[in-house]
Protein backbone atom coordinates (compact mmCIF):
# COMPACT_ATOMS: atom_id res chain seq x y z
CA UNK A 1 0.00 0.00 0.00
CA UNK A 2 1.28 3.07 -0.65
CA UNK A 3 1.59 5.88 2.17
CA UNK A 4 2.65 9.31 0.84
CA UNK A 5 3.02 11.56 3.62
CA UNK A 6 2.11 14.94 1.71
CA UNK A 7 2.67 17.01 5.12
CA UNK A 8 2.02 20.23 2.82
CA UNK A 9 0.64 21.21 -0.51
CA UNK A 10 -0.61 24.15 -2.24
CA UNK A 11 -3.40 25.81 -0.30
CA UNK A 12 -6.71 24.92 -1.70
CA UNK A 13 -8.03 28.88 -1.00
CA UNK A 14 -5.84 30.38 -3.22
CA UNK A 15 -6.50 28.23 -6.22
CA UNK A 16 -10.04 29.97 -6.76
CA UNK A 17 -10.99 30.68 -10.39
CA UNK A 18 -13.50 32.54 -11.70
CA UNK A 19 -16.76 31.16 -13.16
CA UNK A 20 -15.90 32.35 -16.58
CA UNK A 21 -12.34 30.71 -16.23
CA UNK A 22 -14.68 27.52 -15.56
CA UNK A 23 -16.83 27.97 -18.51
CA UNK A 24 -13.93 28.28 -20.86
CA UNK A 25 -12.14 25.27 -19.11
CA UNK A 26 -15.17 22.72 -19.70
CA UNK A 27 -15.88 24.53 -23.36
CA UNK A 28 -11.87 23.10 -24.43
CA UNK A 29 -13.39 19.24 -24.32
CA UNK A 30 -15.20 17.27 -26.72
CA UNK A 31 -16.69 14.05 -26.52
CA UNK A 32 -13.59 12.87 -29.08
CA UNK A 33 -11.56 13.05 -25.09
CA UNK A 34 -13.61 10.31 -23.45
CA UNK A 35 -11.07 7.35 -22.84
CA UNK A 36 -8.17 9.57 -23.55
CA UNK A 37 -6.79 8.76 -19.77
CA UNK A 38 -5.59 4.93 -19.24
CA UNK A 39 -5.31 3.49 -16.60
CA UNK A 40 -4.25 -0.32 -15.33
CA UNK A 41 -3.79 -1.74 -11.55
CA UNK A 42 -4.95 -3.19 -8.54
CA UNK A 43 -8.41 -2.17 -7.92
CA UNK A 44 -9.34 -2.54 -3.83
CA UNK A 45 -12.60 -1.77 -2.72
CA UNK A 46 -12.16 0.73 0.28
CA UNK A 47 -14.26 0.09 3.11
CA UNK A 48 -14.07 2.88 6.15
CA UNK A 49 -15.50 2.57 9.76
CA UNK A 50 -14.64 4.04 12.85
CA UNK A 51 -13.70 1.10 14.94
CA UNK A 52 -13.01 0.33 18.91
CA UNK A 53 -9.81 -0.56 20.29
CA UNK A 54 -11.45 -4.34 21.02
CA UNK A 55 -12.07 -4.65 17.29
CA UNK A 56 -8.08 -3.88 16.72
CA UNK A 57 -7.01 -6.08 19.35
CA UNK A 58 -8.83 -8.90 17.98
CA UNK A 59 -7.19 -8.98 14.92
CA UNK A 60 -3.90 -7.97 16.34
CA UNK A 61 -4.07 -4.49 14.41
CA UNK A 62 -1.85 -1.04 15.31
CA UNK A 63 -3.61 2.04 15.86
CA UNK A 64 -1.85 3.54 12.84
CA UNK A 65 -0.24 0.72 10.38
CA UNK A 66 -0.79 -0.64 6.95
CA UNK A 67 -0.11 -4.66 6.73
CA UNK A 68 -1.39 -7.19 4.14
CA UNK A 69 -4.36 -9.36 5.57
CA UNK A 70 -2.71 -12.86 6.50
CA UNK A 71 -5.35 -15.83 7.67
CA UNK A 72 -6.17 -13.96 10.90
CA UNK A 73 -7.93 -11.70 9.26
CA UNK A 74 -9.69 -13.19 6.92
CA UNK A 75 -13.28 -12.31 8.86
CA UNK A 76 -12.30 -8.91 9.69
CA UNK A 77 -13.85 -7.82 6.49
CA UNK A 78 -17.14 -9.37 6.83
CA UNK A 79 -17.66 -8.51 10.91
CA UNK A 80 -16.57 -5.01 10.17
CA UNK A 81 -19.74 -4.65 7.51
CA UNK A 82 -21.58 -6.14 9.76
CA UNK A 83 -20.99 -4.21 13.10
CA UNK A 84 -20.01 -1.36 12.26
CA UNK A 85 -21.42 1.64 9.59
CA UNK A 86 -19.29 1.37 7.13
CA UNK A 87 -18.54 3.65 3.68
CA UNK A 88 -17.14 2.13 0.40
CA UNK A 89 -14.71 3.75 -2.20
CA UNK A 90 -12.94 2.50 -5.44
CA UNK A 91 -9.60 2.60 -4.35
CA UNK A 92 -5.86 0.91 -4.74
CA UNK A 93 -3.04 3.06 -6.18
CA UNK A 94 -3.59 3.71 -10.03
CA UNK A 95 -7.51 4.01 -9.34
CA UNK A 96 -7.32 6.42 -6.75
CA UNK A 97 -5.43 7.99 -9.21
CA UNK A 98 -7.39 7.56 -12.31
CA UNK A 99 -10.37 8.57 -10.45
CA UNK A 100 -8.47 12.04 -8.74
CA UNK A 101 -7.64 12.93 -12.88
CA UNK A 102 -11.62 12.70 -13.63
CA UNK A 103 -12.38 14.35 -10.87
CA UNK A 104 -10.15 17.52 -11.96
CA UNK A 105 -10.90 17.00 -15.52
CA UNK A 106 -14.78 17.01 -14.74
CA UNK A 107 -16.23 16.76 -18.66
CA UNK A 108 -16.28 14.74 -20.57
CA UNK A 109 -16.82 11.99 -18.01
CA UNK A 110 -15.17 8.60 -18.95
CA UNK A 111 -12.16 10.84 -20.03
CA UNK A 112 -10.19 8.06 -17.92
CA UNK A 113 -10.40 4.47 -18.40
CA UNK A 114 -8.88 1.50 -16.22
CA UNK A 115 -8.48 -1.83 -16.56
CA UNK A 116 -7.66 -4.33 -13.23
CA UNK A 117 -9.02 -7.57 -11.94
CA UNK A 118 -11.86 -8.30 -9.38
CA UNK A 119 -14.29 -11.09 -8.20
CA UNK A 120 -17.63 -12.28 -9.21
CA UNK A 121 -19.18 -10.72 -5.91
CA UNK A 122 -20.95 -8.96 -3.80
CA UNK A 123 -18.07 -6.44 -3.14
CA UNK A 124 -17.20 -6.66 -7.15
CA UNK A 125 -20.68 -5.24 -7.73
CA UNK A 126 -20.26 -1.86 -5.37
CA UNK A 127 -16.58 -1.65 -6.81
CA UNK A 128 -17.90 -1.03 -10.02
CA UNK A 129 -21.08 1.22 -8.66
CA UNK A 130 -18.16 3.61 -6.87
CA UNK A 131 -16.44 3.83 -10.13
CA UNK A 132 -19.34 4.86 -12.30
CA UNK A 133 -19.87 7.64 -9.71
CA UNK A 134 -16.94 9.34 -10.23
CA UNK A 135 -17.59 8.79 -13.55
CA UNK A 136 -14.25 6.83 -14.54
CA UNK A 137 -14.68 3.95 -17.43
CA UNK A 138 -14.20 1.26 -15.75
CA UNK A 139 -13.45 -2.55 -17.30
CA UNK A 140 -12.67 -5.06 -15.36
CA UNK A 141 -11.60 -8.81 -15.84
CA UNK A 142 -14.42 -10.71 -13.97
CA UNK A 143 -12.94 -14.08 -12.16
CA UNK A 144 -14.36 -16.56 -9.94
CA UNK A 145 -11.02 -17.93 -8.18
CA UNK A 146 -10.44 -14.68 -5.90
CA UNK A 147 -12.45 -12.04 -4.20
CA UNK A 148 -12.41 -8.34 -5.02
CA UNK A 149 -9.56 -7.27 -3.30
CA UNK A 150 -10.15 -5.29 -0.27
CA UNK A 151 -8.92 -2.51 1.98
CA UNK A 152 -10.26 -1.90 5.42
CA UNK A 153 -9.70 1.27 7.03
CA UNK A 154 -10.43 0.38 10.65
CA UNK A 155 -10.22 4.37 12.02
CA UNK A 156 -10.19 4.82 15.75
CA UNK A 157 -9.30 8.67 16.73
CA UNK A 158 -7.05 10.08 14.38
CA UNK A 159 -5.57 6.96 13.71
CA UNK A 160 -5.73 4.52 10.65
CA UNK A 161 -4.75 1.17 10.43
CA UNK A 162 -5.30 0.05 6.79
CA UNK A 163 -5.22 -4.05 6.40
CA UNK A 164 -5.14 -4.65 2.39
CA UNK A 165 -6.26 -8.28 1.32
CA UNK A 166 -5.18 -8.04 -2.84
CA UNK A 167 -6.50 -11.42 -3.58
CA UNK A 168 -8.62 -10.68 -6.72
CA UNK A 169 -6.04 -7.83 -8.19
CA UNK A 170 -3.02 -10.02 -7.99
CA UNK A 171 -5.35 -11.86 -11.12
CA UNK A 172 -5.42 -9.72 -14.03
CA UNK A 173 -4.62 -11.91 -17.00
CA UNK A 174 -3.10 -9.65 -20.34
CA UNK A 175 -4.56 -13.21 -22.48
CA UNK A 176 -7.95 -12.95 -21.06
CA UNK A 177 -8.34 -9.22 -21.17
CA UNK A 178 -5.59 -6.69 -22.62
CA UNK A 179 -5.49 -8.50 -25.40
CA UNK A 180 -9.65 -8.59 -26.29
CA UNK A 181 -10.63 -6.14 -29.45
CA UNK A 182 -13.45 -4.56 -27.69
CA UNK A 183 -10.64 -3.79 -24.74
CA UNK A 184 -7.70 -3.22 -26.42
CA UNK A 185 -9.57 -0.48 -28.83
CA UNK A 186 -9.46 1.60 -25.55
CA UNK A 187 -6.34 1.54 -25.24
CA UNK A 188 -5.64 2.86 -28.72
CA UNK A 189 -8.03 5.53 -27.87
CA UNK A 190 -6.25 6.74 -25.15
CA UNK A 191 -2.77 9.36 -25.38
CA UNK A 192 -1.41 9.18 -21.85
CA UNK A 193 -1.45 6.14 -19.98
CA UNK A 194 -0.83 5.74 -16.34
CA UNK A 195 0.38 2.72 -14.28
CA UNK A 196 1.80 2.21 -10.47
CA UNK A 197 4.68 -0.26 -9.84
CA UNK A 198 2.67 -2.62 -7.77
CA UNK A 199 1.58 -3.75 -10.84
CA UNK A 200 4.52 -5.04 -11.53
CA UNK A 201 4.40 -8.19 -9.14
CA UNK A 202 1.18 -8.92 -11.30
CA UNK A 203 1.39 -8.49 -15.03
CA UNK A 204 4.68 -7.29 -16.27
CA UNK A 205 3.49 -8.59 -20.12
CA UNK A 206 0.45 -6.42 -19.78
CA UNK A 207 2.30 -3.38 -18.56
CA UNK A 208 5.14 -3.94 -21.49
CA UNK A 209 1.79 -3.99 -23.99
CA UNK A 210 0.87 -0.84 -23.00
CA UNK A 211 4.38 1.09 -22.98
CA UNK A 212 5.23 -0.37 -26.24
CA UNK A 213 2.32 0.89 -27.67
CA UNK A 214 2.50 4.18 -26.57
CA UNK A 215 6.54 4.01 -27.57
CA UNK A 216 5.59 3.00 -31.25
CA UNK A 217 2.87 5.76 -31.43
CA UNK A 218 4.61 8.60 -29.84
CA UNK A 219 2.01 8.84 -26.91
CA UNK A 220 2.81 9.43 -23.14
CA UNK A 221 3.92 6.36 -20.80
CA UNK A 222 4.04 7.34 -17.32
CA UNK A 223 5.40 4.96 -14.05
CA UNK A 224 5.10 5.21 -10.64
CA UNK A 225 8.20 3.33 -8.48
CA UNK A 226 5.34 3.20 -5.98
CA UNK A 227 7.20 1.27 -2.69
CA UNK A 228 10.81 0.75 -1.80
CA UNK A 229 9.84 -2.74 -2.21
CA UNK A 230 9.57 -2.60 -5.99
CA UNK A 231 12.90 -1.08 -6.70
CA UNK A 232 13.88 -3.92 -3.98
CA UNK A 233 12.95 -7.12 -4.97
CA UNK A 234 11.25 -6.22 -8.56
CA UNK A 235 14.58 -4.44 -10.27
CA UNK A 236 14.73 -6.43 -13.22
CA UNK A 237 10.91 -6.35 -14.16
CA UNK A 238 11.25 -2.11 -13.32
CA UNK A 239 14.29 -2.10 -15.58
CA UNK A 240 12.40 -4.19 -18.26
CA UNK A 241 10.13 -1.49 -18.33
CA UNK A 242 11.86 1.72 -17.59
CA UNK A 243 13.17 2.27 -21.54
CA UNK A 244 9.93 3.06 -22.49
CA UNK A 245 8.63 5.54 -19.27
CA UNK A 246 8.33 8.78 -20.60
CA UNK A 247 7.46 10.22 -17.05
CA UNK A 248 8.60 8.30 -13.84
CA UNK A 249 6.90 9.76 -10.35
CA UNK A 250 8.09 8.73 -7.06
CA UNK A 251 8.73 10.31 -3.65
CA UNK A 252 11.57 10.68 -1.53
CA UNK A 253 12.02 6.97 -0.27
CA UNK A 254 11.30 5.37 -3.40
CA UNK A 255 13.60 7.21 -4.95
CA UNK A 256 16.63 6.28 -2.70
CA UNK A 257 15.28 3.16 -3.16
CA UNK A 258 15.82 3.24 -6.38
CA UNK A 259 18.94 4.91 -6.22
CA UNK A 260 20.72 2.64 -3.89
CA UNK A 261 19.68 -0.49 -6.39
CA UNK A 262 20.81 1.36 -9.49
CA UNK A 263 24.39 2.36 -7.33
CA UNK A 264 24.18 5.57 -8.32
CA UNK A 265 26.31 6.47 -5.28
CA UNK A 266 24.76 9.80 -4.74
CA UNK A 267 21.70 10.14 -1.69
CA UNK A 268 20.89 13.62 -3.06
CA UNK A 269 17.22 13.80 -4.40
CA UNK A 270 17.85 16.67 -7.37
CA UNK A 271 21.09 14.23 -8.66
CA UNK A 272 18.97 10.66 -8.57
CA UNK A 273 15.94 12.52 -10.30
CA UNK A 274 19.01 13.87 -13.06
CA UNK A 275 20.91 9.94 -13.06
CA UNK A 276 17.47 8.64 -13.58
CA UNK A 277 16.35 11.04 -16.49
CA UNK A 278 19.26 9.85 -18.16
CA UNK A 279 18.75 6.12 -17.95
CA UNK A 280 18.42 4.56 -21.75
CA UNK A 281 15.14 5.22 -23.56
CA UNK A 282 13.33 3.99 -26.95
CA UNK A 283 11.52 6.81 -27.89
CA UNK A 284 13.94 9.35 -28.98
CA UNK A 285 11.43 11.68 -29.74
CA UNK A 286 10.56 12.63 -26.28
CA UNK A 287 13.00 12.38 -23.26
CA UNK A 288 12.44 11.14 -20.13
CA UNK A 289 10.91 13.72 -17.17
CA UNK A 290 11.44 12.45 -13.38
CA UNK A 291 9.10 13.67 -10.67
CA UNK A 292 9.96 13.06 -7.59
CA UNK A 293 8.13 14.42 -4.52
CA UNK A 294 9.38 14.81 -0.92
CA UNK A 295 6.25 15.72 1.56
CA UNK A 296 6.66 19.18 2.43
CA UNK A 297 9.84 19.79 0.44
CA UNK A 298 9.56 21.02 -2.79
CA UNK A 299 8.83 18.84 -5.56
CA UNK A 300 11.79 18.01 -7.49
CA UNK A 301 11.41 17.59 -11.70
CA UNK A 302 14.05 16.76 -13.80
CA UNK A 303 14.21 16.83 -17.60
CA UNK A 304 16.60 17.50 -20.17
CA UNK A 305 19.12 17.50 -18.05
CA UNK A 306 18.37 19.82 -15.97
CA UNK A 307 16.27 19.87 -12.31
CA UNK A 308 13.82 22.55 -10.93
CA UNK A 309 12.83 22.09 -7.65
CA UNK A 310 8.94 23.50 -6.99
CA UNK A 311 7.81 24.33 -3.35
CA UNK A 312 4.92 24.10 -1.93
CA UNK A 313 3.47 26.26 0.59
CA UNK A 314 2.57 25.53 3.85
CA UNK A 315 -0.18 24.90 5.73
CA UNK A 316 -1.65 24.45 8.89
CA UNK A 317 -0.94 20.88 10.30
CA UNK A 318 -4.58 21.25 12.07
CA UNK A 319 -6.02 21.32 8.93
CA UNK A 320 -4.12 18.03 8.03
CA UNK A 321 -7.24 15.23 8.03
CA UNK A 322 -5.61 12.07 6.55
CA UNK A 323 -2.26 11.98 4.38
CA UNK A 324 -3.02 8.63 3.14
CA UNK A 325 -3.54 8.91 -0.33
CA UNK A 326 -2.27 12.06 -0.98
CA UNK A 327 0.91 11.00 -3.49
CA UNK A 328 -2.03 9.26 -5.70
CA UNK A 329 -3.97 12.19 -5.74
CA UNK A 330 -0.64 14.05 -6.47
CA UNK A 331 -0.54 11.84 -9.61
CA UNK A 332 -3.66 12.12 -10.53
CA UNK A 333 -3.83 16.22 -11.12
CA UNK A 334 -0.82 16.26 -12.57
CA UNK A 335 -2.06 13.70 -15.59
CA UNK A 336 -5.68 16.15 -15.52
CA UNK A 337 -3.54 18.56 -16.75
CA UNK A 338 -0.95 16.38 -18.96
CA UNK A 339 -3.72 15.23 -20.64
CA UNK A 340 -4.69 18.57 -21.88
CA UNK A 341 -1.44 18.92 -22.81
CA UNK A 342 -0.74 21.56 -20.45
CA UNK A 343 2.89 22.76 -19.48
CA UNK A 344 4.44 20.30 -17.10
CA UNK A 345 4.98 23.11 -14.34
CA UNK A 346 1.17 23.08 -15.00
CA UNK A 347 0.82 19.91 -13.95
CA UNK A 348 3.03 19.89 -11.08
CA UNK A 349 0.66 23.17 -9.82
CA UNK A 350 -2.54 20.91 -10.84
CA UNK A 351 -0.78 17.78 -8.35
CA UNK A 352 -0.33 19.82 -5.45
CA UNK A 353 -3.36 21.19 -5.07
CA UNK A 354 -5.27 17.67 -5.95
CA UNK A 355 -3.01 16.72 -2.84
CA UNK A 356 -3.64 19.33 -0.65
CA UNK A 357 -7.58 18.71 -1.09
CA UNK A 358 -6.91 15.21 0.02
CA UNK A 359 -5.10 15.45 3.12
CA UNK A 360 -8.00 17.69 4.32
CA UNK A 361 -10.54 14.92 4.14
CA UNK A 362 -10.30 11.08 5.52
CA UNK A 363 -9.23 8.49 2.58
CA UNK A 364 -9.09 9.75 -0.95
CA UNK A 365 -12.37 11.95 -1.43
CA UNK A 366 -12.90 14.94 -2.73
CA UNK A 367 -15.77 17.62 -2.91
CA UNK A 368 -18.08 17.78 -5.86
CA UNK A 369 -15.96 19.75 -8.21
CA UNK A 370 -12.19 21.56 -7.95
CA UNK A 371 -11.69 24.57 -7.86
CA UNK A 372 -8.18 25.14 -9.58
CA UNK A 373 -7.13 27.04 -12.31
Keep these: MPCYREATAFAAAVLIFSHQVKQQRSASYSPSDENALFGMGNPLLDIIAVVDTIFLEKYGLKENDQILAEEKHKELFDEMVKKYKVEYHAGGSTLNSIKVAQWMIQMPHKAATFFGCIGKDHFGGILKEKAEEVHVDAYYYEQSEEPTGTCAACITGDNRSLVANLAAANCYKKDKHLDLEENWKLVQKAKVFYIAGFFLTVSEESILKV ?102 VKMNPSEIVDTNGAGDAFVGGFLSELVQDKSLDQCIYAGHYAANVIIRRAGCTFPEKPDFH
Design 211 to 312: AKHACENNKLFCLNLSAPFISQYFMQPLMRIMPYVDILFGNETEAAAFAKEQGFETKGIEEIAKKTQELSKENKKRQRVVVFTQGKEGTVMAKGGKVEVFPV
